[in-house]
């Protein structure tokens, strides 16, 4: 990922934003933290590979995942850590230098684009969205921006997403290419990258044993 000429979080959605609001991923009344709450976070779930899923990109991966109104799927990689923390992408962002966490690999859609998910039970701000229970996603610049000055600890910061048009994850599971969990919003935002896949196809395969 490289660094932007302009503010590095005041990002305008540019070809990622119609995506996002064609699929209803941002809600109506973000700002008010009542109205950002979505039942169907309720719904979301954690997919994790197969051993047998050789994609490029997917294969080993686990993501979490949530349905959309249209009945498409939105998620986010959480196993692949870059090379690049915020302060190296953003050298002139002061609050940035103070993440060390890396900037995750979140998908292949518009991976210039920097999302926070922020586990935390009300909203962070305007424009943010319950993606899951416990776990909201940051979309808007300011929103990102006071994430990383006030709370990073509590967050985890992606390049890009994963979307699914209506029916492609319904296909993709009814080919047995992910074990589905319930989602986890500790393992969002902490889970150990380096093993998180090997311990949850061990957990997944484990409990499809005992069925």
């Given at each position: 990922m490289t660094s932007h000429t302009v503010h590095p979080f005041r990002i305008l959605l540019a070809l990622f934003g119609a995506a996002l609001l064609a699929l209803h991923l941002v809600p109506a009344r973000a700002a008010d933290n009542e109205s950002s709450k979505d039942q169907?976070?309720?719904?979301?779930?954690?997919?994790?590979?197969?051993?047998?899923?050789?994609?490029?990109?997917?294969?080993?991966t686990v993501l979490i995942v949530r349905p959309?109104?249209?009945?498409?799927?939105?998620?986010?990689?959480?196993?692949?850590?870059?090379?690049?923390?915020?302060?190296?992408?953003?050298?002139?962002?002061?609050?940035?230098?103070?993440?060390?966490?890396?900037?995750?690999?979140?998908?292949?859609?518009?991976?210039?684009?920097?999302?926070?998910?922020?586990?935390?039970?009300?909203?962070?701000?305007e424009g943010a969205m319950e993606f899951a229970k416990g776990l909201f996603l940051a979309l808007a610049g300011e929103t990102v921006d006071r994430v990383i000055r006030e709370e990073p600890d509590r967050a985890r910061f992606f390049a890009g997403a994963v979307l699914w048009r209506p029916g492609e994850l319904d296909q993709?599971?009814?080919?047995?290419?992910?074990?589905?969990?319930?989602?986890?919003?500790?393992?969002?935002?902490?889970?150990?990258?380096?093993?998180?896949?090997?311990?949850?196809?061990?957990?997944?395969q484990s409990h499809d044993h005992s069925l």
């Open positions: 169907d976070a309720n719904n979301a779930i954690m997919l994790v590979a197969k051993p047998d899923l050789k994609d490029p990109f997917y294969a080993s959309l109104q249209n009945g498409g799927h939105a998620g986010f990689v959480l196993n692949k850590p870059t090379n690049v923390t915020l302060g190296q992408a953003f050298p002139e962002d002061e609050p940035s230098q103070k993440v060390r966490d890396p900037v995750y690999l979140g998908g292949p859609v518009n991976a210039n684009v920097i999302f926070a998910l922020v586990k935390q039970e009300q909203s962070p701000g993709e599971l009814k080919l047995g290419a992910w074990y589905v969990m319930d989602a986890d919003s500790d393992l969002a935002i902490s889970g150990d990258a380096d093993h998180l896949w090997d311990k949850l196809v061990q957990r997944s």
